[in-house]
């Protein structure tokens, strides 16, 4: 098992930067990617960042990209998204998320989740 938990969301206006992070535990020496999922309201979840935990490759989705920024610290098992010039249409709960078998710019391949954390952006 890994577990997963986020920090950093919260309420800013638009053109304002959040950073995420996610902290790590468990079982986490069998994870090979990590990433960063979100959900709008009524909308289907969005793998809008990921990054290889061993090479440090990373993949965007095209709404993410040049604006975000995933990175991790494999020492202390966090990952991080650096979010700016953020968009009203950011607003989502986002998670961080895990996988342990597959490839980390998949969404289907992930299979541990944090709780998410709130991401708002005002107009």
């Known amino acids: 098992q890994v577990q997963l938990v986020e920090s950093g969301g919260g309420l800013v206006q638009a053109g304002g930067s959040l950073r995420l992070s996610c902290a790590a535990s468990g079982r986490t020496f069998s994870t090979v990617g990590m990433g960063w999922v979100r959900q709008a309201p009524g909308k289907e979840r969005e793998l809008v960042a990921g990054i290889d935990w061993s090479a440090g490759t990373t993949d965007y989705a095209n709404s993410g990209k040049g604006r975000f920024t995933i990175s991790r610290e494999n020492a202390k098992n966090r990952v991080y998204l650096q979010m700016n010039s953020l968009k009203p249409v950011d607003t989502a709960v986002h998670y961080c998320?895990?996988?342990?078998?597959?490839?980390?710019?998949?969404?289907?391949?992930?299979?541990?989740w944090g709780p998410g954390t709130q991401v708002t952006v005002s107009s």
């Open positions: 998320a895990a996988v342990t078998s597959g490839l980390y710019y998949y969404r289907a391949s992930y299979n541990y």
